[in-house]
């Protein structure tokens, strides 16, 4: 029996400074609570065990997303829903917008946020292999310094990052891609509602000014890994080359060789490879086609 | 464990409830405000029987501490319509068939009533999506479907009459 020897405490503080104080002081006694579309899961008989509550609900500048500068600057406590639905999203990083359009149903995309999603760290949340593709920064708060670090340098496993007890992530930011910058995202799953990623891809490629040939490339995949990952190959081969010349079946093998996926009650590893391979080709042929209509 | 007081509006209402910390919202509603109509399925935000409309969102009521509802604005199926006085959305699934057992349809009446506001004419995939956060276990998608046309027509004719949007 668990015997809860000070009562369970619970705050809202209005401003980020207040939070960073009470983590500061409670650390690991307390929970940080943004959505709660997975923690309140992951506690779903054990609600008792919570000693104390942070709930960021009352921070508005956590809620916002705006342009400063070159960046996109997303705040952690921004929805799923406003992602999907915010016209700057869509326009500059479509990929990121239709992985929050595919999370959960509508009551899920709700309340779940993307700073929830990146500090679960599930190997299948759906938003961190389009970050990653979108070269995302995350910014770490505590009351001692600022951290800013790449989405590759935050992931270390299964539900596990960099993130200290003291830490809180505040805002993740973006650099605004070109116009001639194309993406895809395909998630596989049993059902297109309410279901983890059986493997996904978000795939982002830049063209030079020339606009045929290929001046960046990432490829990101969920589901496939302990984290989110990028295959770095695909960059190597495909820079600096007409993007109408490259070998698409070449490539999909490449992403399936390169993927180190498990067996699991959502698919097993040979069906994860196969379909790896399938939709890096469909990936890159939708690609083409949008880069086709729009310089035709 | 601490006792808090959570401030809310449910169905038009004010209402004060001393809880705790780590109580759910669908237990404050169901258990402190003895609105039995939200039910709990899954308790994992899967299959939306709890659902209830927050501050204007369709949201799992499992899935929201009761202090994270302080001072927020809830409907649930009571605060919809009765038996006196249905909304036109219960109608449309009482005449199409479209409550078998029961125990999904609070919810599904709720994710209807926020599709057909921000969409008065879904398509029949707009429909699903709208409801996709709600199983039926009776598998009686179709009626459902059908209900939420026949009130959205409705909807659309009697404001057309009135001459207004508002569902």
């Given at each position: 029996?668990h015997?809860?020897?000070?009562?369970c405490?619970?705050?809202?503080?209005?401003?980020?400074?207040?939070?960073?104080k009470?983590?500061?002081?409670?650390?690991?006694?307390?929970?940080?609570?943004?959505g709660g579309?997975?923690?309140?899961?992951?506690?779903?008989?054990?609600?008792?065990?919570?000693?104390?509550?942070?709930?960021?609900?009352?921070?508005k500048?956590?809620?916002?997303?705006?342009?400063?500068?070159?960046?996109?600057?997303?705040?952690?406590?921004?929805?799923?829903?406003?992602?999907?639905?915010?016209?700057?999203?869509?326009?500059?990083f479509?990929?990121?917008?239709k992985?929050?359009?595919?999370?959960?149903?509508p009551?899920?995309?709700?309340?779940?946020?993307?700073?929830?999603?990146?500090?679960?760290?599930?190997?299948?949340?759906?938003?961190?292999?389009?970050?990653?593709?979108?070269?995302?920064?995350?910014?770490?708060?505590?009351?001692?310094?600022?951290?800013?670090?790449?989405?590759?340098?935050?992931?270390?496993?299964?539900?596990?990052?960099?993130?200290?007890?003291?830490?809180?992530?505040?805002?993740?930011?973006?650099?605004?891609?070109?116009?001639?910058?194309y993406?895809?995202?395909?998630?596989?799953?049993?059902?297109?509602?309410?279901?983890i990623?059986?493997?996904?891809?978000?795939?982002?490629?830049e063209?030079?000014?020339?606009?045929?040939?290929?001046?960046?490339?990432?490829?990101?995949?969920?589901?496939?890994?302990?984290t989110?990952?990028?295959?770095?190959?695909?960059?190597?081969?495909?820079?600096?080359?007409?993007f109408?010349?490259?070998?698409?079946?070449?490539?999909?093998?490449?992403?399936?060789?390169?993927?180190?996926?498990?067996?699991?009650?959502?698919?097993t590893?040979?069906?994860?490879?196969?379909v790896?391979?399938?939709?890096?080709?469909?990936?890159?042929?939708?690609i083409?086609?949008?880069w086709?209509?729009?310089?035709? | 464990?601490?006792?808090?007081?959570?401030?809310?509006?449910?169905?038009?209402?004010?209402?004060?409830?001393e809880?705790?910390?780590?109580?759910?919202?669908?237990?404050?509603?169901?258990?402190?405000?003895?609105?039995?109509?939200?039910?709990?399925?899954?308790?994992?935000?899967?299959?939306?029987?709890?659902?209830?409309?927050?501050?204007?969102?369709l949201?799992?009521?499992?899935?929201?501490?009761?202090?994270?509802?302080?001072?927020?604005?809830?409907?649930?199926?009571?605060?919809?319509?009765?038996?006196?006085?249905?909304?036109?959305?219960?109608?449309?699934?009482?005449?199409?068939?479209?409550?078998?057992?029961g125990?999904c349809?609070?919810g599904?009446?709720?994710?209807a009533?926020?599709?057909?506001?921000?969409?008065?004419?879904?398509?029949e995939?707009?429909?699903?999506?709208?409801?996709?956060?709600?199983?039926?276990?009776?598998?009686?998608?179709?009626?459902?479907?059908?209900?939420i046309?026949?009130?959205?027509?409705?909807?659309?004719?009697?404001?057309?009459?009135?001459?207004?949007?508002?569902?």
């Amino acid at each position: 029996m668990h015997q809860r020897t000070v009562p369970c405490q619970y705050f809202a503080p209005q401003k980020t400074e207040e939070a960073l104080k009470i983590l500061f002081k409670y650390e690991k006694e307390i929970k940080v609570i943004a959505g709660g579309t997975d923690l309140l899961i992951q506690y779903y008989d054990r609600l008792y065990e919570i000693n104390g509550w942070l709930d960021l609900k009352n921070i508005k500048e956590l809620k916002e997303i705006r342009i400063h500068q070159n960046q996109m600057e997303i705040g952690a406590m921004v929805t799923h829903a406003q992602l999907e639905k915010s016209e700057d999203i869509k326009k500059y990083f479509p990929v990121l917008s239709k992985a929050a359009a595919d999370i959960g149903s509508p009551q899920i995309r709700n309340r779940g946020t993307i700073g929830g999603n990146i500090v679960n760290a599930s190997p299948a949340g759906d938003l961190l292999s389009p970050l990653m593709a979108y070269d995302a920064q995350f910014k770490l708060l505590s009351l001692q310094e600022e951290v800013v670090i790449s989405a590759e340098g935050f992931f270390t496993g299964p539900k596990k990052t960099i993130l200290e007890p003291a830490q809180l992530l505040t805002q993740i930011i973006l650099p605004l891609p070109s116009e001639r910058t194309y993406g895809s995202w395909i998630k596989i799953g049993k059902r297109r509602a309410l279901i983890i990623a059986t493997i996904a891809l978000a795939l982002v490629v830049e063209m030079a000014k020339d606009n045929k040939t290929v001046k960046d490339v990432r490829t990101c995949l969920g589901s496939v890994a302990p984290t989110p990952i990028e295959i770095k190959e695909i960059r190597e081969k495909t820079v600096g080359k007409n993007f109408s010349q490259l070998d698409f079946n070449q490539l999909g093998q490449i992403v399936e060789d390169k993927i180190s996926p498990i067996d699991d009650i959502r698919g097993t590893k040979e069906y994860r490879k196969d379909v790896a391979k399938k939709i890096m080709i469909n990936a890159l042929e939708e690609i083409n086609a949008a880069w086709r209509l729009y310089n035709e | 464990m601490n006792k808090l007081t959570v401030e809310l509006t449910i169905n038009g209402e004010k209402r004060k409830v001393e809880t705790t910390p780590s109580t759910r919202l669908l237990d404050l509603i169901r258990d402190d405000l003895r609105l039995t109509g939200t039910k709990e399925g899954c308790g994992k935000g899967e299959c939306g029987a709890c659902t209830v409309i927050m501050n204007g969102e369709l949201v799992a009521s499992c899935l929201v501490l009761a202090p994270q509802a302080d001072g927020v604005t809830i409907t649930t199926i009571e605060g919809i319509g009765n038996e006196k006085k249905l909304h036109p959305i219960q109608r449309a699934f009482i005449e199409t068939g479209a409550v078998q057992c029961g125990f999904c349809t609070p919810g599904m009446i709720l994710a209807a009533k926020k599709l057909l506001e921000e969409n008065p004419h879904p398509t029949e995939e707009e429909i699903k999506r709208g409801i996709s956060g709600n199983l039926c276990r009776c598998t009686g998608y179709q009626k459902i479907i059908d209900a939420i046309k026949l009130a959205a027509n409705r909807l659309s004719t009697r404001d057309e009459e009135r001459g207004e949007k508002d569902v």
